[in-house]
C-alpha cells in the first residue's frame, strides 16, 4: 500500500466520526475491542457538509446477545410497525411537485431515437394520454439537445405540458445546453465527472481522492447554478454497476458505494444552496436495490436531509419477471413509506409501464393512507441492510445433490399450490401441472417442482383414481396439506393436516392419529400471549395467512412481529407466506401483490415459501408467479436468469425482438443470467449480477461480455445470438434443453 493511502477496513467506523456517516466505507463487522482504535484513525480526506448530523439516528450493537461483533441499527423509516410516508421537501418538476404531500408520481422513458423530433413528440403523447406524470427522455449529444428544443416546443403547441426529464451520461455540456429547455436533469454520478469505470483495482492515496472530488466540484457545479436559474430539478441518479473506479476502490459494487457516490453530488447541490432534487439508487437486483435505498434514507436521517424519492428497478425485463422484480423492489419500500415518484422498467413500449407503474402506486398510496400495520412492538432481529436467512435445522436444496424434504422445506424457497377436486378428476394432466417434467412413482428430479400442496376439500374415499393421484404424490415426497374437518371425515394416509390456533388450543388436533404432521395457520398479529403455544407445539410449519383484503392491518407487519417473536422465542418453524386473492383479481394486481407482500419479507430472509391461492386463476401461471417471486428475492434459483434494459434512444437493436429470440433459446438454463442491453451506457456496468452479456456496441454490431469484460466484438447482429449460446457453452454453462414429449 503506498504512502498516505487510507486503508477500507480502517473506513468502517471511521467514516461515521468523523464524516458523520451513519455507516462506514467498509460495512465489515468489527469486534469490540477495536472499537477505540478505530475511532482513533482519522479520516483526512475533506468532505462537504453543510448539515449537523444526527448521532442519536444510529448505534452499535452486538450482532446477537454476548456476541463479540458489533452492528449499526439505524433508522431507515418513519415507523417500523405500520406505514407512514417518511416527510420530505417538495421538488417541483416543471408544474409537478414530489414528495410526501402529493401523490406518487408515475414515469416512464421514450424508447425512439431523440433526433426523430416527431417520432419522439408523439411517443410523449402516447405515454401522457395512459396516465403517466413525467417523461424521461436520453440526450447523448448534442444533436439529440438541439433536437429537444423542438420537442419542448412541439408539445407546448399541442398543449401537452407533462414534465420532460433529460437523461445525462458522460455528457456535463449536454446536460448544460438541454437544462435550458426540460423541467429536469438526470445525472448518473457514476459517470458525470468521474473516468469512465475499468473496473480495475486501484489504490487512491488521500491527495488523490481529494482532488477527484474537486473535480467532480468543478465540472458539476455549473450545471447546479443553471439549475438554479432556471428552475429546473435534477436526479442524482446511482445505478448499481455503474460506479466509478475510484468509488469502486473504496467501497467496492456495493449499496455503500452507491449510496456515498450520490453524497458526493449531492453535498455540491446543498453548498450552491440549491436543493430541487431527488435521490434514486437503482439496480436490476431487488435485493440490492432495497439496501442501497434503506442506506441511503438512513444516511439522510443522521444528515437531517429531507429530499423525496425515485424508486425503480432498473432493467427489471418484460411481461411477469419485469412486474414481479418492480414489485418485490418499489413494493418493499412503498410499504415502509419510502418512495415519492416510481417507474416500472419492462423491455416493453414504453406506455405499457404505466398500468402496472399505477397499480404499485396505488397500493403503496393506500397503505399510507391507512397506515396499515400492527400494534406496536420491538424489532430486534431484522437485518434491513444485509441480506441473511433465518437459521435452522432444514436441509438447503443443492443442485445434484439428492435431499429428502418429506414433510420439511427448503430453507433456500419452497413452493406450494392449492388445487381444487376438479383438477385431480384427471390426474395425468394434474401431474404435468404441477412441474414441467414428472415421471410418476419416481422423485422430482425437475428444480421447477412444487414441494407441496394443499387440497381444500379431499376426494370422496371411494374416488379411487383422485386419491391413488395424491397418494401417489405423497409417495415421492411431496406434502399433501389437508384441513383438519376434511382429514376427520375422510382422512388421506400421511396428510399434513391444516389447523389454526383455535384448534389447537381447544385440543381438536388431537382427535388424529399420533404422529400427525401439523401445519399451522397464523395472521400475525394475535396478542403474543395467544402465540405462546408455540412453544408447546409440535409443526412442521407455519402458514402466515392475514387475508389481503384486510384494510386496517398490514400483513408485512404482521409477519415482521410474527418472525420477531420467532426469534426471541428461539423457534424456527418454517414460515409459508400464504396469499389468498378473492376471485376477479386482475393478473398484475397478483404479480404485484405477490410481490409487495410476500417480497417484502423475503428480501430480509423472512420466510421459507410462498403459497398463493386464487380460485380463478390458472394453475401454471401461479405456479410460474411463486417462482418468478423466489427467485427476484434470490431465494430460489430456477431458470434463466434475464438482465434486460427497457430500451431507449441510445438503443441500437430491437430490443424486445433481439429479448424474446434469445429467451427462447436459453430459457432452460437455471443458474445461469444473461444481461441484454441496448447500448454500452447499459452495458457492463448496469450488468453488474449477470454472467453473460449481450450488448451493442455499433449500429448492427454486438459485443459479447463474460461478466464485466467484454470478450468477443463487433460480430454481425445476425450471428450474434449464435455466438452467445457458443460462448455460454465454451464456459461449460450450457445444457441441451429438454425434448419435447
Not at 413509506?337 to 417507474?343: P, V
Not at 394443499?454 to 404424490?473: S, T
Not at 398463493?612 to 417462482?627: G, I, M, V, W, Y
Amino acid at each position: 500500500m503506498t504512502s498516505g493511502t487510507v486503508p477500507a477496513s480502517f473506513m468502517a467506523l471511521n467514516g461515521r466520526e468523523s464524516a458523520g456517516l451513519g455507516f462506514g466505507k467498509a460495512m465489515d463487522f468489527v469486534r469490540i475491542s477495536d472499537v477505540q482504535s478505530r475511532y482513533s484513525i482519522r479520516r483526512r480526506i475533506s468532505a462537504i457538509r453543510n448539515s449537523t448530523p444526527n448521532p442519536e439516528i444510529t448505534h452499535l450493537e452486538p450482532a446477537s446477545e454476548g456476541s463479540p461483533l458489533l452492528v449499526p441499527r439505524q433508522k431507515y423509516c418513519e415507523s417500523l410497525h405500520k406505514t407512514v410516508r417518511r416527510k420530505t421537501r417538495t421538488v417541483m418538476v416543471g408544474n409537478v411537485a414530489l414528495g410526501s404531500e402529493h401523490p406518487i408520481r408515475i414515469q416512464t422513458m421514450t424508447t425512439s431515437d431523440t433526433k426523430d423530433v416527431a417520432a419522439t413528440v408523439e411517443q410523449v403523447m402516447r405515454i401522457a394520454d395512459r396516465g403517466a406524470d413525467i417523461v424521461r427522455i436520453t440526450v447523448q449529444g448534442k444533436k439529440e439537445a438541439d433536437a429537444c428544443f423542438e420537442i419542448k416546443n412541439l408539445l407546448v403547441q399541442k398543449n401537452y405540458n407533462i414534465p420532460l426529464v433529460a437523461d445525462i451520461h458522460f455528457a456535463p455540456s449536454v446536460a448544460l445546453r438541454v437544462s435550458e429547455c426540460f423541467d429536469k436533469i438526470r445525472v448518473n454520478p457514476g459517470n458525470f465527472a468521474d473516468r469512465r469505470a475499468q473496473f480495475e483495482k486501484f489504490e487512491y492515496t488521500e491527495d488523490d481522492y481529494q482532488k477527484e472530488l474537486e473535480h467532480i466540484e468543478e465540472v458539476f457545479s455549473p450545471l447546479v447554478e443553471k439549475c438554479k436559474k432556471y428552475g429546473r430539478a435534477m436526479r442524482i441518479g446511482t445505478n448499481h454497476g455503474s460506479l466509478s473506479d475510484r468509488i469502486m476502490s473504496y467501497y467496492g459494487d456495493s449499496p455503500r458505494g452507491m449510496v456515498e457516490s450520490a453524497f458526493e453530488f449531492a453535498r455540491i447541490c446543498r453548498k450552491l444552496d440549491y436543493h430541487n432534487f431527488v435521490f434514486s439508487m437503482k439496480a436490476s437486483n431487488p435485493v440490492v436495490m432495497v439496501q442501497a435505498y434503506r442506506l441511503l434514507v438512513a444516511e439522510m436521517y443522521v444528515q437531517g436531509w429531507d429530499y423525496p424519492l425515485h424508486l425503480g428497478v432498473t432493467e427489471a425485463g418484460e411481461g411477469e419477471d419485469g412486474r414481479m422484480k418492480s414489485a418485490i423492489g418499489i413494493g418493499t419500500l412503498l410499504q415502509d413509506g419510502l418512495g415519492d415518484t416510481i417507474r416500472v422498467s419492462l423491455t416493453e413500449p414504453p406506455e405499457e409501464e404505466i398500468d402496472p407503474c399505477r397499480r404499485l402506486a396505488n397500493l403503496g398510496m393506500r397503505a399510507a393512507e391507512l397506515q396499515k400495520g400492527v400494534a406496536p412492538f420491538e424489532e430486534k432481529h431484522r437485518h434491513y441492510f444485509d441480506f441473511q436467512r433465518r437459521t435452522g435445522q432444514l436441509p438447503l436444496q443443492k443442485e445434484g445433490e439428492e435431499v429428502d424434504y418429506r414433510g420439511v422445506l427448503h430453507r433456500d424457497g419452497s413452493v406450494l399450490m392449492s388445487i381444487s377436486l376438479n383438477q385431480l378428476k384427471s390426474p395425468e394432466t394434474f401431474y404435468r401441472s404441477l412441474a414441467a417434467k414428472l415421471v410418476v412413482g419416481m422423485p422430482f428430479k425437475d428444480l421447477a417442482t412444487v414441494d407441496s400442496i394443499l387440497v381444500r376439500e379431499l376426494p370422496p374415499v371411494d374416488d379411487a383414481e383422485a386419491r391413488l393421484a395424491l397418494k401417489r404424490l405423497i409417495d415421492i415426497s411431496m406434502g399433501v396439506i389437508t384441513p383438519l374437518t376434511e382429514q376427520l371425515t375422510k382422512p388421506l394416509p400421511n396428510a399434513m393436516v391444516l389447523v389454526n390456533l383455535k384448534e389447537i388450543s381447544s385440543g381438536a388436533f388431537k382427535l388424529l392419529p399420533e404422529g400427525t404432521r401439523l401445519v399451522l395457520s397464523l395472521r400475525g398479529d394475535e396478542p403474543y400471549e395467544e402465540l405462546e403455544i408455540l412453544k408447546k407445539t409440535d409443526a412442521t410449519m407455519l402458514l402466515h395467512n392475514l387475508p389481503i383484503t384486510e384494510d386496517k392491518f398490514s400483513r408485512v407487519h404482521a409477519a415482521r412481529r410474527l418472525f420477531e417473536y420467532l426469534q426471541e422465542n428461539a423457534l424456527d418453524f418454517p414460515v409459508v407466506h400464504h396469499l389468498e386473492f378473492p376471485n376477479g383479481t386482475h393478473r398484475d394486481d397478483l404479480v404485484i401483490g405477490a410481490g409487495t407482500n410476500a417480497g417484502a419479507l423475503l428480501v430480509d430472509g423472512l420466510g421459507d415459501g410462498i403459497l398463493l391461492e386464487a380460485p380463478d386463476q390458472d394453475f401454471e401461471f401461479l405456479r410460474n408467479t411463486s417462482f418468478n417471486l423466489l427467485q427476484g428475492c434470490r431465494m430460489r434459483n430456477t431458470k434463466t436468469e434475464y438482465v434486460s434494459c427497457p430500451s431507449c434512444g441510445r438503443t441500437l437493436f430491437d430490443l424486445q425482438e433481439i429479448s424474446a429470440q434469445i429467451r427462447e433459446k436459453t430459457s432452460h438454463l437455471p443458474g445461469v443470467s444473461i444481461a441484454i442491453m441496448g447500448c454500452i451506457v447499459n452495458g457492463p456496468g448496469e450488468m453488474a449480477d449477470a454472467d453473460f452479456g449481450y450488448v451493442g456496441g455499433a449500429p448492427g454490431k454486438i459485443d459479447l461480455y463474460v461478466g464485466k469484460t467484454v470478450v468477443k466484438r463487433g460480430i454481425a447482429m445476425e450471428h450474434a445470438t449464435d455466438a452467445l449460446i457458443q460462448l455460454i457453452k465454451d464456459h461449460g454453462r450450457w445444457v441441451d434443453p429438454p425434448k419435447e414429449e
